[in-house]
């Protein structure tokens, strides 16, 4: 059990950053966890941090599925939707290559962009449709192994007019309506995942929960440029570390 902790616990920690928790968890299962395969391992757990961002924003997610926020519920439509598109043509043709941290590097440099252009006021915000869709193609890019998820929807979302603390919240919630479709479909295709690797969720929620009401805290309380100059260095990091496992 302490093995699934573990697991669950990293993908936790590393879930809400601009690093590939999947291909950190997935190195983590490899060497702890040799009942199932690293990687499917590594999506299952992602189901433990899927609940912690329902939880988490619960009160959003009442207003969005009652459509008392129409603006969000429709901004999450079109990204998830054109997410959706982009991952299912791109899983079949990229899902063997290794480019994901070259695009991790390039989404840093773009951060580091964007923090310079907000502080020289050059950024005027880019129109929520178009940012819901740009926010989607990067989201479904995320099926490029390597490449981080938040990385690059957080990249996208700075592109508008939404502080720090706006962006992580609708980065995180970007993620979940994926997140549950890939584990319905693990869960029928292996369901001795669910009775065997519950520890795993049950860490990566606990996990994910406090690391994630720990960032959104530290975003309330700075500015965007360093906001994005945080991130942009996490997006180094975590390419470093992807290139350092890849050699």
Known sequence: MLEYVILGIVQGLFE??????QGVAAIVSQFLIKNFQPLEMALFAHLGTFF???IYFRKEWLNVLTCKNRALFRFLAIAVA???IVGFLLYGIIKDM???NSL???TGFGLLFTAYCHKARKISGIAPDKLAIISGVLQGLAVIPGLSRSGATIFALSLGKFNPGEILKISYMMSA????AMAVFLYFQNPVLLSEGWPVLLASFLAGFLTLSFLLKIALKINFFKFALLFALICFLGAGLGFFIQF
């Open 16 to 21: 809400w950053l601009p690093i590939s928790s």
């Open 98 to 100: 290794a480019v994901g």
């Open 177 to 180: 309506p994926a997140v549950l």
């Open 52 to 54: 912690a961002v329902l």
């Open 104 to 106: 991790l590097l390039i």
């Open 82 to 84: 054109i997410s959706g």
